[in-house]
């Protein structure tokens, strides 16, 4: 059982550069979101998607951008990656709104420099 | 947006300790959940409260959720080196896509 797969685990990128965080899972979940975690900064929210084709923004959304298409797939972009966008990256799904348990991938360690 | 604070930050004790972790809000949760986290991992869910009162115990750890809905605390009975990790708490938003607000978490060492 895949859960939730998140590539790549790790890349650095130079600063101006762009790339998309993939997410994926496999468990016919409709709410998806990108989580990022700094060092004694617990995680915050970027982006969530309640389903395929609708996407809201979180608590840090700027320098960002998502689509949902699928069910399974909720990549994230990052355009003109700055050394603030260091962190590592988390994607969850969750089953429904309410009291339900996240699931959470092993995340993407990204450099910027 | 709900603010959560956990304390304290960080936590080192010897194994056979009591330890106490600490969430609090300004305003009252809707539900509030419990995660650790291993370094390299995501979250992992441990419990999640609802009612106000309510007492959740899983095995060595207990989690209490305050009357009035604005406080949280776990509690682990007899340390060990395996509980080592990142104790988070989070609110869950209801109709927001069940969108979680973290704390900062408390970083726990159990040394042997």
């Known amino acids: 059982n895949a859960g939730v797969t998140q590539t790549p685990k790790f890349r650095i990128l130079k600063i101006g550069q762009s790339m998309t965080l993939q997410c994926t899972q496999d468990m016919n979940h409709n709410y998806m979101y990108w989580y990022r975690q700094d060092p004694g900064m617990g995680l915050k929210l970027i982006y969530y998607?309640?389903?395929?084709?609708?996407?809201d923004k979180g608590e840090v959304p700027n320098g960002y951008n998502v689509s949902r298409s699928t069910t399974e797939d909720f990549p994230l972009r990052l355009e003109l990656a700055a050394p603030s966008q260091t962190s590592v990256y988390f994607c969850?799904?969750?089953?429904?709104?309410?009291?339900?348990?996240?699931?959470f991938g092993q995340g993407t360690r990204l450099t910027v420099v | 947006t709900q603010l959560l604070e956990q304390s304290p930050q960080f936590l080192s004790i010897q194994e056979g300790e009591n330890l106490t972790v600490y969430c609090n809000s300004s305003s009252v949760f809707s539900s509030l959940q419990w995660y650790r986290q291993e370094p390299g991992e995501g979250p992992v869910l441990l419990v999640t409260v609802v009612t106000g009162g309510e007492v959740k115990k899983l095995k060595r750890l207990t989690f209490q959720f305050g009357d009035a809905r604005k406080d949280s605390s776990l509690h682990i009975t007899a340390a060990q080196p395996g509980d080592t990790g990142l104790y988070l708490c989070?609110?869950?938003?209801?109709?927001?896509?069940?969108?979680?607000?973290f704390g900062q978490g408390t970083e726990l060492s159990v040394k042997p």
């Open positions: 989070a609110e869950q938003i209801y109709n927001q896509g069940g969108k979680l607000i």
């Open positions: 969850a799904s969750s089953a429904r709104d309410g009291s339900t348990e996240a699931f």
């Open positions: 998607s309640v389903g395929a084709g609708i996407t």
